[in-house]
């Protein structure tokens, strides 16, 4: 009886021991990944690696195909010595017009739309002093290309009349038609170089009566 109770317990001891180690190896089995996953795995991570380098190299490539196009097109906008520059002036007075071709002033050479639109802008805000004695009344760009930029410069031509005025304006002799408003002539002299009983004469409204004799006292005063 005894002996049969031992081989009992001993039976139990080796079935409990089976049993655990049973599930040791099922457990562990849960946390190995198959060979197929494994290489599944390794080709997506092989795959995300290389497809970064592919990008990493196709990026520069792109970025300088992009830059060259946008520099390229840049320049094929911009003005050269070679484009036509055809100037119209329109004398407001008389409704006549006439155009001239010129070679582009260098100044506006490499210009691009937006650039020379604002120098054109700043021309028509502030323009020489021997365009305002010309009459200059404004300026517009009719077109722009490359190829050929065309713009308007509208004058109210000064008409001589038969009496001139002399008078000081900004600290320089300005000559006056006889309407006393329009000014016919900037003359570049200072009040300074005047002698004091001319320039009194002058502050008080100085005439004179024909074109020959005002040149004649601007000749005598000019520096």
């Not at 049973?22 to 457990?27: F, H, L, P, R, S």
């Not at 009459?135 to 490359?146: A, D, I, K, N, R």
Request: proline content about 4%; charged content about 25%.
């Amino acid at each position: 009886m005894k002996s049969i109770k031992g081989i009992s317990i001993v039976f139990g001891i080796i079935l409990v021991l089976a049993l655990g180690l049973g599930a040791y190896y099922d457990n562990d089995a849960l946390h190995v990944p198959s060979k197929k996953n494994t290489d599944n795995h390794l080709q997506e991570n092989s795959s995300k690696k290389w497809e970064k380098y592919y990008r990493a190299d196709l990026l520069p490539e792109h970025v300088e195909e992009t830059s060259d196009a946008i520099s390229t097109s840049s320049k094929a906008d911009r003005l050269t010595s070679d484009t036509k520059y055809l100037v119209e002036e329109v004398d407001v007075l008389h409704g006549s017009s006439i155009e001239t071709e010129w070679s582009l002033p260098a100044k506006y050479i490499g210009m691009n739309r937006e650039a020379f639109l604002d120098a054109m802008d700043y021309y028509r805000k502030s323009p020489p002093l021997a365009e305002l004695e010309r009459g200059f009344q404004t300026l517009e760009v009719l077109s722009f290309s490359p190829e050929k930029v065309q713009i308007r410069v509208s004058y109210r031509y000064v008409q001589p009349g038969d009496l001139f005025y002399l008078a000081v304006y900004k600290d320089e002799l300005v000559v006056y038609l006889e309407d006393r408003e329009t000014i016919y002539l900037y003359t570049g002299i200072s009040p300074d170089q005047l002698p004091e009983d001319i320039l009194q004469m002058i502050l008080q409204g100085y005439c004179i009566g024909t074109e020959e004799k005002l040149y004649r006292f601007l000749e005598s005063y000019s520096s």
